[in-house]
């Protein structure tokens, strides 16, 4: 597998939850990034054009043009990273639908005990950039202490100065700008890879919330 793989994973799982109308919510100041950044033909949730009814609309947001457009993962690595991650059974094909579906008990476990070893991170040096881990809002603040230096991925475009740490994927901040929730999943997975016991246990927990699994 690649680390891009599960960024995907949690885009589709973001799809399926908007898709059902469950999806957590949002606070509407989850934004680190100067909003005008957002542009072209892409929307918040996905690509959408005036002639789409509601179903199309649906299965156009799973389509590799539209999962590039909303990840910034290339459609050739798309369609390879759909593959990959239905041969090691993280992903089905849904059998009414046809639409990938992800197998969130699965990855939740991946995440929680392999992700750390397979993609490792650290702390970097002092940028500007998009917070994440424990300084992003989903956590709002926990378990950080007065005067640390801020967790950020890298962008010209984030609000905060912080340390660096290496997303799990080139295109993080391309496609959190796109989608808050992801924002929010991605950024608890961070917690997870670099946080201490007490800190990833916490993570652990709101992520499995927000992927609707009871632990």
Same mark, same amino acid.
């Given at each position: 597998m690649k680390s891009q793989d599960i960024g995907l994973l949690l885009k589709l799982e973001c799809l399926?939850? *908007?898709?059902?109308? !469950?999806?957590?919510? =949002?606070?509407?100041?989850? !934004?680190?990034?100067?909003?005008? $950044? !957002?542009?072209?033909d892409v929307e918040q949730h996905g690509f959408y054009h005036q002639s789409m009814n509601a179903d199309d609309y649906i299965i156009n947001q799973y389509s590799t043009r539209s999962l590039a457009l909303s990840t910034g993962i290339s459609k050739s690595q798309v369609n390879l990273a759909l593959r990959r991650c239905f041969?090691?059974?993280? #992903?089905? *094909?849904?059998?009414?639908?046809? =639409?990938?579906?992800?197998? $969130?008990? #699965?990855? =939740?476990?991946? !995440?929680?005990?392999g992700l750390k070893y397979v993609f490792p991170t650290k702390l970097g040096a002092v940028t500007r950039g998009i917070t994440t881990s424990l300084a992003a809002p989903v956590l709002e603040g926990k378990l950080i202490s007065t005067g640390d230096l801020l967790p950020v991925w890298p962008d010209a475009q984030g609000k905060t100065k912080g340390q660096t740490v290496e997303p799990l994927f080139k295109s993080v901040t391309y496609a959190v700008r796109r989608d808050v929730e992801l924002y929010a999943l991605l950024a608890l997975v961070d917690a997870v890879r670099i946080g201490q016991p007490r800190e990833r246990n916490l993570a652990t927990d709101l992520l499995a919330k927000r992927l609707g699994i009871s632990r």
């Open positions: 399926h939850k *908007r898709e059902k109308g !469950i999806l957590p919510s =949002l606070d509407s100041n989850w !934004i680190d990034w100067e909003e005008n $950044t !957002i542009g072209g041969d090691v059974g993280l #992903a089905k *094909r849904d059998r009414h639908s046809g =639409l990938p579906r992800v197998h $969130t008990k #699965a990855l =939740l476990e991946f !995440i929680v005990y």
